[in-house]
């Protein structure tokens, strides 16, 4: 989908995460597929980004929440919201119904990511897929850390003192392959200085999964026979 900033959201908000649940990112939107009737928005915060899908075509954008508060104002905006970890909720939709699920920053967090998946995946279409964006523990940053000895969790980031499981982009696509599922396209943004990017370059290329922060993946659900 084409991300166009809405009215109503701050420009100070745009893309950036100082509202930790009403902020839009446009790289996840970027992810989505166009022609989504039905949309499952796991971790959806205060429904900004349902808000946003609905004013841009979506008939009908689900939410799952842990944050009671967030999640009882997403309720303004989304066709239903279940409150509570995606872990431990019953999801109340009809199986075989959902386009796009979007897991943005919401796997890692989980103790088992693989049980999530396997979760979510029976609500979707034939052919449905799950957007998700999941932090790289490969990233170039934290090897450094990690060859000094340090490994320190923080409040946000890679290193978020709340997940639960780490990723490369080799785990990610088993993560989604043991459940049938198929990468068939990354969304993804190099953040490294020119010094990585021509050490990437001497050493051709072999550090090329260190350049990037997080992964943003849209993976497809094989259409049955």
């Known amino acids: 989908m084409q991300y166009r900033p809405p009215a109503w959201l701050p420009a100070s908000e745009q893309g950036r995460r100082s509202d930790y649940y009403g902020h839009l990112r446009a790289e996840v939107i970027a992810a989505i597929?166009?022609?989504?009737?039905?949309?499952?928005?796991?971790?959806?915060?205060?429904?900004?980004?349902?808000?946003?899908?609905?004013?841009?075509?979506?008939?009908?954008?689900?939410?799952?929440?842990?944050?009671?508060?967030?999640?009882?104002?997403?309720?303004?905006?989304?066709?239903?919201?279940?409150?509570?970890?995606?872990?431990?909720?019953?999801?109340p939709w009809p199986e075989g119904e959902v386009d796009c699920i979007i897991c943005a920053d919401v796997l890692e967090h989980t103790v088992d990511p693989w049980k999530v998946v396997a979760k979510l995946k029976r609500l979707l279409r034939p052919g449905g897929c799950i957007v998700a964006s999941i932090p790289n523990v490969a990233f170039h940053r934290n090897i450094r850390k990690m060859l000094r000895g340090e490994w320190r969790y923080a409040g946000e980031g890679l290193l978020d003192?709340?997940?639960?499981?780490?990723?490369?982009?080799?785990?990610?696509?088993?993560?989604?392959?043991?459940?049938?599922?198929?990468?068939?396209?990354?969304?993804?943004?190099?953040?490294?200085?020119?010094?990585?990017?021509?050490?990437?370059?001497?050493?051709?290329?072999?550090?090329?999964?260190?350049?990037?922060?997080?992964y943003i993946v849209r993976a497809r659900l094989a259409r049955t026979s």
């Open 161 to 214: 003192r709340t997940h639960l499981r780490f990723f490369t982009f080799s785990t990610i696509e088993e993560l989604f392959a043991s459940n049938g599922l198929a990468i068939e396209a990354v969304f993804k943004k190099i953040d490294a200085g020119w010094n990585i990017r021509l050490l990437n370059a001497v050493l051709f290329g072999y550090l090329r999964h260190t350049l990037y922060l997080h």
């Open 33 to 91: 597929p166009d022609g989504c009737a039905t949309i499952l928005d796991v971790g959806c915060g205060r429904g900004t980004l349902g808000r946003w899908l609905k004013e841009n075509g979506v008939r009908t954008v689900l939410g799952v929440e842990l944050q009671a508060a967030a999640g009882e104002e997403a309720k303004r905006w989304l066709d239903g919201v279940v409150i509570g970890g995606i872990e431990q909720v019953d999801l």
